[in-house]
């Protein structure tokens, strides 16, 4: 499992920001979300490149049977875009270049909007 972080907005604080896995390894971002049965509330990934890109942070959604709430975050740690990702949808890619790729449950769609500025501590 990779270690935890968490995931404030400086914009808007949140109540409970989101506590997610930090995935910044080949084989853990390969992983991702897919074969889970179900995502909590409460948990997620971010998937961690090493520059700002748009083909590098795009995601599919094969063997993920649930949906997610997707957010792509740039270099200046700014939310540059975001989506519902709906299950089995072949790709989604940011509409900006973005260094990160938070995906978290759906529920949490309200939690980061495009422009928010954002920061990541150590759980």
């Avoid at 390894?25 to 490149?49: A, C, N, Y």
Wanted: hydrophobic share 45%; with cysteine; proline share 7%.
């Amino acid at each position: 499992m990779p270690d935890s972080i968490t995931i404030a907005n400086l914009n808007r604080p949140l109540a409970k920001p989101a506590l997610v896995g930090y995935c910044d390894t080949f084989l853990s971002k390969l992983r991702g979300l897919m074969f889970r049965p179900r995502l909590d509330p409460d948990d997620g990934l971010l998937l961690v490149e090493k520059r700002d890109s748009r083909l590098d942070t795009s995601i599919h959604m094969f063997f993920v049977p649930f949906d997610l709430a997707v957010f792509w975050i740039n270099s200046d740690m700014v939310v540059v875009d975001k989506v519902i990702a709906k299950s089995w949808k072949p790709a989604y890619a940011p509409k900006a270049a973005a260094r990160y790729t938070l995906e978290i449950h759906p529920d949490r769609w309200g939690d980061y909007e495009i422009g928010d500025k954002v920061e990541f501590k150590n759980a």
